[in-house]
């Protein structure tokens, strides 16, 4: 007869890791940080669309590559597009 399996042992199964992948991939370059010919303005909507998604979202930092700093730029920058009517609060879908 087998052995009744309690909640310890799948939370032992379940807690083991696969091994680690030695490729890594590297963070993207904060964009402002490598130009600094490149401005960060809230009336230069075409600059302040790249870093919203479809559904008007700001886009995080993962995903744009930004550092800290510009990223918290660029965030006030849309905020205050959206404010001025340059930048939509949420997409027309």
């Known amino acids: 007869m087998g052995r009744k399996s309690n909640s310890s042992?799948?939370?032992?199964?379940?807690?083991?890791?696969?091994?680690?992948?030695?490729?890594?991939?590297?963070?993207?370059?904060?964009?402002?940080?490598?130009?600094?010919?490149?401005?960060?303005?809230?009336?230069?909507?075409a600059v302040l669309r790249k870093y919203l998604s479809d559904r008007a979202k700001i886009r995080g930092r993962r995903v744009s590559g930004n550092c800290p700093r510009h990223q918290r730029e660029v965030a006030t920058a849309i905020k205050n597009a959206r404010e001025m009517a340059l930048l939509p609060y949420i997409s027309t879908r």
């Open 9 to 45: 042992d799948r939370k032992a199964a379940k807690g083991r890791r696969r091994a680690p992948d030695t490729r890594r991939m590297r963070p993207k370059p904060c964009a402002f940080c490598q130009d600094k010919s490149l401005v960060i303005d809230w009336k230069d909507t």
